[in-house]
């Protein structure tokens, strides 16, 4: 973490919402931080453009206009652009935060990797180029720094399109050649032309820093460097690694040929073809080629002796050049005769040399075979991560190691239950009885669950599964404000983080339970069906074993889920109206229901528990969320589809 100096950003809050808590990295077009969002609670990453581009009014616009292209990229390998702001002079983006180190650290640390490794991280990477590369958005800036590694091995690319921003800005419109120059194609020096083939370019040229350690152009100058990338080719990567494959070469090659017609012309044509490779090479190739370099030189050269000078006083001169008794410099001299003894001394001599040749040839292959089968060494197999912990255990204990667990990490790579990682990690040549940890996996890393309250069944098992979630229990109740049918919430709540291995629950509305009426008073009964939303139809039959105008059957029946608008029907006892009488309403109370008390209710909840009751509602203010007042008042009766006002 950059903390040579105090910076001034570290614990401000940019744009009311977002904390500011340490700084990352600071680079020639901004600065990066780890902040908080407080608004949603989560840690994020900040990059703010250093001052003089966020003065420039170019810029900024185009900056803009990359952010929201990057932010509509959503794929697992690419670092997710959340928001795009401006607070005074500041400008900057909000970012996934991405705990990890870079392709460029993990460089450092080894050097250079295996053809195995390498392709196996140029895989996610250009699987990232190939989906912006779809959505036609070129990155321009490949390289190992804005490859970031998470710690259970998770590969995510940065910076899409941000470089074409800055780029295109004014400031850069006099001849400066923006980007990282040991990685810019041949037509990026040359006119600025930039395209998705100058990403496979650059792409190519990182695989071969990959497997060698350097960049294939080295130079005293960005100047030298770029002239470098336009009149010479990139060598072949075994020309610094001996025993590289032909066709991991060709994968270096055909990427930076010249010509931008010769590349693969996009990122994931360029997939497919390290795929291929990736997929045909043993899965002990890195271990096997690692052995071979660190064997002995080859003994031959190292036995054969100098050629031995003339004897003292000797007067037969060749010119190496001449054929045995041919012309020399002398005239025409006879090759020198080989004694008895000469022939018997050379014979024994090649014979010895022979026999040395070979002894320590076959001390050298035997020490390869027991390198590699020595039974007091074991490799930790390639193949376990991802396999289930016992046949994991069980594997590694038949080799003779020792299992330990490790604690559980979230692995988008490894499912739930299997192995998402080892330690040490796998390929490792190991004594036997040495201890492997083995970290398990809790399943894919936690995302938040979508908001499915008010949809139907199968539309909220949609909206789950886009998210990568699977529907556990669906269970049903009452509800007097969400419709039947509908979903009521979700367990966990929406909004809340789980791993999509974990099945969410589903809660559905039954709707409102149906009141039993029977016996009721008409009136009263036809209120209280009102107040529900419900529609009212009745007919009137004569029951004189039934006090008059009371509720003589319903449909439907007594515990039935409705909802707001269906049609209730009531039979109700038939009796003739007399004056004074008091079951005689005028007809002009007909259409008065009951006001719904919705005080200290949430806002949207009250709209649709009123709006549910046969009334239109009118929200004046909204400050706190929740109902502080209304009128008409609870417990009043108004006219059937007039407004009641509330306030919050």
Known sequence: MDTTVADPLV?????????????????GMATVYTARDIRLDREIAIKVMHGHLAADEDFVRRFIGEAKAAAALSHP????????RTDGEHVFL??????????????????????????????????????????????????????????DGQVKVADFGLARAESDSKMTKTGLIIGTVGYLAPEQVLAGDVDIRSDVYAAGVMLFELLTGRQPHQGDSA????????????????????????????????ATAHDPARRPQDANRYLAAVAEVYNGLPRDFDQRLAAQAAQPRNVTAVLE?????????????????????????YGDVPPPERTAADRFIGAITGKYVLIAIGAIAAVILGWAVWYQTSGQ??????????????????????????????????????????????????????????????????????????????????????????????????????SQTVDKDKVVRTRPA??????????????????????????MNADTAADKLRAMGLDLKITKRDDSAQPPDTVLEQSPAPGTGVSGGDEVSLVVNKKDCLIGDFFCKDSSDQNKIPVPGVLGQPIDQAVQAIQNSGFTVKVRTN??????????????????????????
């Open 11 to 27: 614990g401000r809050v940019l744009d009311g919402r977002y904390r500011i808590e340490s700084r990352i990295a600071r680079g």
């Open 77 to 84: 390998n690419v670092v997710a652009v959340y928001d795009q």
């Open 94 to 151: 909000v970012m996934e935060y991405v705990p990890g180190r870079t392709l460029r650290d993990l460089l450092t640390e080894r050097g250079r990797l295996g053809p195995r490794a390498a392709l196996e991280i140029m895989q996610p990477v250009l699987a990232a180029l190939g989906a912006a590369h779809r959505a036609g958005l070129v990155h321009r800036d490949v390289k190992p720094e804005n490859v970031l590694i998470t710690a």
């Open 223 to 254: 100047l030298s460097v770029a002239y470098k990338h336009v009149n010479e080719t990139v060598p072949a990567p075994s020309t610094a690694v001996p025993g590289l494959p032909p066709q991991v070469d060709a994968l270096v090659t055909r």
């Open 305 to 329: 002796s100098p050629p031995a000078a003339p004897p003292a006083g000797g007067t037969r001169v060749m010119d190496r050049g001449a054929a045995p008794g041919g012309p020399g410099p």
């Open 377 to 478: 060494y074991e490799h930790v197999p390639d193949r376990i991560v991802g396999t289930r912990l016992a046949a994991a255990t069980k594997t590694l204990q038949d080799k003779g190691l020792v299992v330990r667990r490790g604690t559980s990490v979230y692995s988008d790579r490894a499912p739930k239950g299997t192995v998402a990682r080892t330690d040490p990690p796998p390929g490792t040549r190991v004594a036997k009885g040495a201890t492997i940890t083995l970290v398990p996996s809790r399943g894919r890393t936690p995302v938040a669950v979508p908001d499915v309250a008010g949809k139907t069944e199968a539309e909220a098992r949609q909206a789950l599964k886009d998210k990568g979630f699977s529907v556990g229990d669906v269970s049903r109740q009452g």
């Open 494 to 519: 929406a909004g809340a983080k789980q791993s999509p291995d974990e099945p969410v629950d589903l809660v559905v509305s039954t709707g409102m339970s149906m009141p039993d009426l029977r016996g």
């Open 623 to 648: 400050i706190g969320g929740k109902v502080v007042g209304q009128l008409p008042l609870p417990g009043t009766t108004a006219d059937r589809g007039s407004e009641i006002t509330i306030w919050g």
